[in-house]
Structure formats: C-alpha cells, structure tokens
C-alpha cells in the first residue's frame, strides 16, 4: 500500500485518508474516490490530496476484516459465501456482524461460557501490526448478543500474505458453549419467627440468578432449620 500525497490527476480509486469538506457535500475520511469525487476536488481547487492506494496483493481493510473473522469462526480458505460463513459462525455460537472501517464484532449467539484459544490470539496478532484480534477474557460468561471478540484492520489495506497466514493461525479460535437447559429445586429453611417475605425473597433472587442459564425453578420447599 502507498500512502501519502496523490495528484488528482492519479486519484480516482483511492482512499482518501481524511475528510474534506466541499460546496454542497463532504468526502469522507476512507471512501474510495471516484471520477465524480475527483470533478468536485478539482472544482474546489484542490490539486492533490492525501490518499492509500492499494498495491498488487493488498486486500482492502474490510473485505481483510472479514476474512479473518470468518476464519476466527471457522471458515476455511478460499473464503465460501456469506451464507456459509453465517451457519459456520452460529454453529459455534458465533454472530459476525457486517464489516465497517475495518473492523467486524463478533457476538455470541446465545447466552453460554466462552471458550478462546489464547494462543491462537497471541499468533494473531504476531503477524503484522496492522492485524489485531481482542476477545472477551477467557471462561467469561456471555449474554446472547454480547460482543465477545472484534477484528480490527488498522489501516486501508494489509498485505495479503500478511492476512492467508493471520486467517490460517486464527481458524476455529474462537467459540461459545451455550448453556443446556435444566430444572432445579429450592431448599431453604426457616426458623421460629421468621417472615415469610424473606423466603418469597429467596425464591426471586434464585430464579433470577437461573434464568440466565436457562434453568427453571420448578419446586421450592421452605423446612424447619433445625429438627428434633
């Protein structure tokens, strides 16, 4: 990837590294010029801008996004349709969702424990500095929707060697286990006294604490605390 002072003339299809305000409209900081966006430039007076330009081999930094996390969710390389990637995703308990600046979250599919292979983090983001992969603190429990990992590409491209060994160390690094559905039962005891509030009060808090989990408290017995 080039960086760095382009004449329009040499313009159309690149990156354009910051934002410029225009009459009537504003070109925003990554979008990629077009002949349209080089007419208003030039109109505006500029010469040249600040621009990437993408060299052979380099795979632009959301399209880059994408492959790594499909792969952090088990995709195989080459990459199969979107569709596919969705069900490899979910089968692990995974949601990709879409790509932007180059990042993509991933969230767990349903509520459960996560599972990391923190070694494959680590090869990750050994790779190349413009490579990252963060996730949730191993063993963490995860609420369906909660982002437990994201993918960052930190700038408008990355080599794509760089990436096919990225998306090679970090196939399948990643997954939630989900909860299995259970019952339980409720034990408590009382003593001499004792308000009954206290035990409807143990019943919430314990059916809220299993709720969670996907649990159900089907029986709830209240017995004396001492016997005899």
Known sequence: ???????????????LAHSIALAGCRLRKGQRLDAADIAALAA???KDIIAARLEPGDVHEDAAAWRLAAAVAGAS????????????????????EPPFTGRVNLRAEAAGVLV?????????????????????????????GQMVATVKVIAYAVAGANLAEAERRARGALRVAPFRPGT???VQTA??????????KGRAVTEAR??????RLVADEVVPHELG
């Open 1 to 15: 990837m080039k960086f760095g002072p382009v004449p329009l003339s040499e313009a159309e299809g690149a990156i």
């Open 44 to 46: 505006a007076g500029h």
């Open 77 to 96: 390389s080459p990459l199969p349709e979107d569709a596919a990637v969705t069900a490899l995703a979910r089968a692990r308990g995974l949601r990709l």
């Open 116 to 144: 990391v292979d923190a070694g494959a983090v680590d090869a990750v983001n050994a790779v190349d500095p413009l490579l990252t992969f963060a996730t949730a603190a191993p063993w963490a429990r995860v609420r369906a």
């Open 184 to 186: 339980a039962a409720l």
């Open 191 to 200: 003593v001499p006294g004792q308000a009954p509030a206290l035990h409807r």
């Open 210 to 215: 299993l709720a969670p989990l996907g649990w």
